[in-house]
């Protein structure tokens, strides 16, 4: 079965710095997300991707997070200068679009656990 | 805006013991309704789906009914076993999902 794959599974960095999260969605898959969760709370949608740009982002989504698809495989999560309360489980998900009335449920993958320090 | 209310945890059960984790949900539209299953140190794992009315989604003896009526999509079990000790998320959406805030199951034998 088709697997959304992201790397690190898990990374420490120092407050300030910039980290980089890894996707690699489903190869068909048209639409790519980014969700969070912080240890113990719920999973919280940050942004879509699609067509190589974002089409919808939270309000948790600020100018400290960007996005892109560098190589048409590849689906990044870049925080430019990290925060203690940016810690938290990052997943990656991809989908085919939603048609015809059947929802083609998400594909999550495994996360990357961020811890800031 | 949409959103998706879950009964609050933890939820304590022995083995063979009937699951019921209610969840109800506000949208506009007609949203697709997920439960997914977080075990310990492991990422989000869809457990069943329902995409419109009266649908019903199940897998792994669990079930769940999407009710358009009462705006719910419960989690049904007949009989737990240990190794469904995990927390369950309720979520709705056609592309944005909504969670629930996950509801922690632990099962004793």
């Known amino acids: 079965e088709p697997e959304v794959t992201q790397t690190p599974s898990h990374q420490v960095t120092q407050m300030g710095q910039e980290v980089i999260l890894r996707c690699v969605p489903i190869s068909n898959h048209l639409y790519f997300y980014w969700y969070r969760q912080i240890l113990g709370q719920k999973v919280e949608f940050l942004v879509s991707f699609y067509n190589n740009e974002i089409s919808e982002k939270s309000e948790i989504f600020d100018d400290q997070f960007s996005v892109e698809r560098p190589d048409g495989s590849n689906f990044t999560l870049k925080i430019r200068s990290t925060k203690l309360e940016d810690s938290a489980m990052y997943f990656c998900?991809?989908?085919?679009?939603?048609?015809?009335?059947?929802?083609?449920?998400?594909?999550f993958g495994s996360g990357t656990r961020l811890t800031v320090v | 805006g949409n959103s998706v209310t879950q009964m609050e945890g933890p939820v304590t059960l022995s083995e063979e013991a009937f699951l019921t984790i209610n969840c109800t949900y506000t949208a506009t539209g007609y949203p697709s309704l997920f439960w997914y299953v977080q075990y310990p140190g492991e990422g989000l794992q869809l457990l069943l789906k329902a995409t419109k009315a009266d649908d019903k989604g199940s897998n792994k003896g669990f079930e769940a009914t999407y009710r358009k009526e009462t705006t719910s999509f419960h989690l049904e079990k007949g009989s737990v076993q240990v190794s469904d000790s995990a927390v369950y998320f309720c979520?709705?959406?056609?592309?944005?999902?909504?969670f629930g805030q996950g509801t922690r199951l632990t099962i004793n034998p």
């Open positions: 979520a709705q959406g056609a592309q944005k999902l909504v």
């Open positions: 998900a991809s989908i085919l679009p939603y048609r015809q009335g059947v929802g083609y449920g998400y594909t």
